[in-house]
């Protein structure tokens, strides 16, 4: 199985910061990775596809990079919704495999 | 619009079995995947496995293999994913959602789930 891991597993930030958090795959995965944003008790949502394809509404100071086996999303200028946790998924290789989080906290 | 609604939540014993019903609108069912994830309370989101509702193909997990079973009815727009032998681990919440049936294509990959069921596991 393809084993993400994302860094930091949780990190404060104040808004207008701004955030970076990273992607790795245990093995390349070309381009087959999506970003979700998660809220508590809420449903993922999807912000990036196809490592760095904005989802249509996702505000643009969202965006990702990277191919391979190292990711990246970032957030230009964070804002008081952005405060979440959030996933990486690979679609590479079956079985799916999501990263571990990343939850983002207000500083 | 696409919409896909779960069924409601469910509390099973151990040993039990449940079967988590997803209703899908908006779109054609039978030309897409449908996908199940699951989130254990405080855990990372977990794969499942999934079903090409056209032609009913499916593919687990392997840590779910015999346990999982996901099946659709075209004709009620709907998949279902039954894991049996249910044990306190399996508390969690489970989500339907849709993909492409090929992993290939990124665009549909996850652009839309269910609202979630919520499974708990107590003697």
């Known amino acids: 199985d393809i084993q993400m891991t994302q860094s930091p597993s949780a990190m404060s930030a104040s808004v207008g910061d701004r955030v970076t958090i990273t992607c790795r795959a245990s093995?390349?995965?070309?381009?087959?990775l999506v970003w979700f944003q998660q809220k508590p008790g809420k449903v993922p949502k999807r912000l990036i596809y196809a490592a760095f394809i904005l989802q249509s509404g996702v505000p643009s100071r969202f965006s990702g990079s990277g191919s391979g086996t190292e990711f990246t999303l970032t957030i230009s200028s964070l804002q008081p919704e952005d405060f979440a946790t959030y996933y990486c998924l690979q679609h590479n290789n079956y079985p799916w495999t999501f990263g571990q989080g990343t939850k983002v906290e207000i500083k | 619009q696409v919409q896909l609604v779960q069924s409601g939540a469910e509390v099973k014993k151990p040993g039990a079995s449940v079967k988590v019903s997803c209703k899908a609108s908006g779109y054609t069912f039978s030309t897409y995947a449908m996908h199940w994830v699951r989130q254990a309370p405080g855990q990372r989101l977990e794969w499942m496995g999934w079903i090409n509702a056209g032609n009913g193909n499916t593919q687990y997990s392997q840590k779910f293999q015999g346990r999982v079973t996901i099946t659709r009815d075209t004709s009620a727009n709907t998949a279902h994913m039954e894991l049996s032998s249910l044990r306190s681990e399996d508390a969690a919440v489970y989500y339907c959602?849709?993909?492409?049936?090929?992993?290939?294509?990124?665009?549909?990959?996850?652009?839309?789930w269910g609202q979630g069921t919520l499974v708990t596991v107590s003697s």
């Open positions: 959602a849709r993909a492409s049936n090929s992993q290939w294509l990124a665009r549909d990959i996850f652009d839309y």
């Open positions: 093995q390349g995965i070309s381009n087959y």
